[in-house]
């Protein structure tokens, strides 16, 4: 007899295992340590959030813009999170790099909109996975008066939380933004599916258990009116 609490133990099992195989095919994956070419992406979705901001240092003069997406056709999960931001040089030094912190512990797809306009030559990001840069090169960078296409970092994030962002042309100006609130890992997601079937295998025992006790109860109470009545055949 399957009970009302098996069936829903069954199915968060199922969903937990459904969490742990997201498809990863149609993703650009920027892993821990790497550097990937940006991809075309399209940001979207309802608004959660937006903030603007300037970086002023002796050699930068830069505005900046930063919106958070929940984002239904989000490489990850629909309704995760888009970051997604945009520099202006307003003067000083061409611009050769800007970073966004902190995404440790979360899944990122990597690109621009519209692509092809003023891309960076490469995305990186640092070893632990905290810093995420998006690079140009010395012959192609953000000269004063230009703009950069929207820098998109699409996450498996459903929140999110204080971050910072920065400009660099050699030195490093910082500002004030948003990122991703950190996710469990995939192995703590495990845990947690492991945890849940051998729940499931104990109560599946103790309903068996239970069952055949009250089997042998009424078995034994048969036995015994047989013999009390007996005697009168």
Not at 114 to 135: Q, W
Not at 228 to 233: D, E, G, M, R, T
Request: net charge neutral.
């Amino acid at each position: 007899m399957v009970t009302g609490s098996t069936k829903l133990l069954l199915r968060l099992t199922c969903l937990m295992a459904m969490a742990l195989l997201v498809p990863l095919s149609h993703a650009s994956v920027l892993g821990n340590g790497t550097s990937v070419p940006p991809s075309p992406l399209f940001p979207g979705g309802t608004l959660q959030i937006s903030t603007t901001g300037t970086i002023i240092t002796p050699t930068l003069d830069v505005s900046y813009t930063e919106w958070v997406y929940a984002d239904p056709n989000n490489t990850w999960c629909k309704g995760c999170l888009d970051f997604v931001y945009q520099f202006t040089n307003n003067g000083g030094d061409p611009n050769e790099r800007y970073t966004m912190f902190n995404f440790a512990t979360v899944r990122a797809d990597v690109g621009t909109n519209p692509f092809g306009m003023h891309d960076p030559t490469t995305i990186d990001r640092s070893l632990n996975g905290p810093v995420i840069g998006f690079n140009y090169p010395a012959s192609d960078q953000i000269s004063p008066g230009q703009t950069t296409p929207l820098l998109v970092i699409e996450t498996n994030a459903l929140h999110y939380v204080p971050g910072f962002v920065s400009a660099q042309d050699g030195t490093a100006g910082f500002g004030v933004g948003y990122s991703p609130a950190p996710v469990p890992e995939p192995s703590s997601l495990a845990l947690l599916g492991s945890g849940l079937a051998a729940a499931g295998v104990l109560l599946r025992f103790r309903l068996h258990h239970r069952v055949g006790f009250h089997a042998g109860v009424r078995h034994g109470r048969q036995h015994r009116f047989l013999r009390l009545v007996q005697p009168f055949h």
